[in-house]
């Protein structure tokens, strides 16, 4: 079982920068592969980026790629979304994911991902 806490979010000028951060519960973080996802008012959730269990392998939505980075701290049991260049399109509720079975390339699947956090809001104003 692994609970994730999501933090960081908020309100920001577009072309700004926010960090966010999901604290995992749990002594086996690093055996899960996370991700971030994230859902804009009447849209579907969809994926961001994803990192892979011993943070060599990174994967990004088109949409983010170049502005966007994720990183994981096995020793802190924490995954960090690093946002940049925000554009009022990223405004949306951001998710972050566990999942829990070895897949290479990592899952873009929000429904092959076992635990989820309750979200983040970031909001980017124009």
């Known amino acids: 079982q692994v609970q994730l806490v999501e933090s960081g979010g908020g309100l920001v000028q577009a072309g700004g920068s926010l960090k966010l951060s999901c604290a995992a519960s749990g002594r086996a973080f690093s055996m899960y592969t996370m991700a971030w996802f994230r859902q804009a008012p009447e849209k579907e959730r969809e994926f961001v980026a994803a990192?892979?269990?011993?943070?060599?392998?990174?994967y990004y939505a088109a949409s983010v790629k170049g502005r966007v980075a994720i990183s994981r701290d096995n020793a802190k049991n924490t995954v960090y979304l690093q946002m940049n260049g925000l554009k009022s399109e990223d405004t949306a509720v951001y998710y972050c994911a566990a999942d829990g079975t070895l897949r290479l390339p990592a899952s873009r699947v929000e429904g092959e991902y076992d635990y989820w956090g309750q979200g983040t809001q970031v909001t980017v104003s124009s």
């Open positions: 990192i892979s269990r011993r943070d060599i392998y990174t």
